[in-house]
């Protein structure tokens, strides 16, 4: 058995090669899966869970098949699709955790992130996303029609990806000592987060111990998957 880990698929109806492949990958390898992890960003954008759209439907039916065929299936939420609620899980029978969750991977305390917290340079950002996780504002939002939520992310959408051409690398990217500070707060040594995009592994001491950060890898052209093996390996594979 294995443990998969997947972030940052941006599944929108415009990208119908990324969903054939999510779709194929939830029908194939990660059925026969111990559990499988989607650390946030799953959509390009959730508007709501009254999205009545033949690729919102879609997508929550696989996911439901193949939870009630016994695979565990956990969410994260990230900077996309953070207004996944109830009748999304329940819809589904995903399983959401809180935004920081350890887990025993194989014997290893492992924390899960999103990962965008980490990334306390980019300041524009974390005041942005303390206004939209105001619950009142949530409310707000979600008071509003299917086509105005949708206009207004689409201006939203459109604004990130101006942020995101003039911010320098090193604003969109963690940092390290917030990463240090996170581990150190819950007494762990392995790290798997997503956001970034920059697939890697990286190793550095903590409390003169050895520490792994595991970034997730996007979806954006092809599929990626994070595989922990039950001997305490991994390895990042690609789908096609």
């Known amino acids: ?7 940052d698929l941006h599944l929108d109806e415009n990208t119908p090669h990324i969903t054939s492949i999510f779709l194929e990958f939830l029908k ?13 960003d799953f959509f390009e954008f959730w508007v709501g869970d009254d999205d009545p759209s033949a690729f919102a439907t879609t997508i929550k039916q696989a996911l439901y098949e193949v939870t009630q065929q016994g695979l565990p299936i956990y969410f994260l939420h ?54 939209v996780r105001n619950p ?26 101006a942020h995101t051409q003039m911010a320098s690398d090193t604003i969109m990217d963690v940092t390290q000592s917030e990463v240090e500070r996170i581990m150190l707060k819950h007494n762990i040594q392995h790290l798997i987060h997503g956001h970034t995009h920059r697939q890697a592994e990286h190793h550095f001491k903590l409390k ?33």
């Not at 058995?1 to 972030?7: D, G, P, R």
């Not at 194939?28 to 946030?40: C, D, H, T």
């Not at 029609?145 to 949708?150: A, G, T």
Request: proline share 3%; glycine share 6%; with cysteine.
């Open 136 to 161: 009142l504002v949530q409310m707000l939002f979600l008071l509003k029609s299917l086509k105005k939520r949708q206009a207004i992310v689409a201006g939203y959408r459109n604004a990130s990806k």
């Open 28 to 40: 194939n390898q990660a059925l026969y899966a111990e559990a499988l992890y989607i650390l946030g």
């Open 78 to 131: 990230g900077n996309r699709d953070f207004l996944l609620k109830k009748h999304f899980f329940r819809a589904t029978g995903c399983k959401l955790l809180p935004e920081e969750t350890i887990i025993n991977l194989y014997g290893i305390p492992t924390l899960l992130m999103h990962g965008d917290t980490l990334c306390i340079e980019d300041l524009a950002y974390m005041k942005a996303r303390k206004y």
């Open 1 to 7: 058995m294995t443990t998969l880990f997947i972030s």
């Open 208 to 240: 003169h111990l050895p520490a792994t950060r595991t970034v997730l890898g996007a979806w954006h052209e092809k599929g990626n998957v994070l595989v922990c093996h039950p001997n305490g390996s991994q390895e990042f594979v690609d789908l096609y």
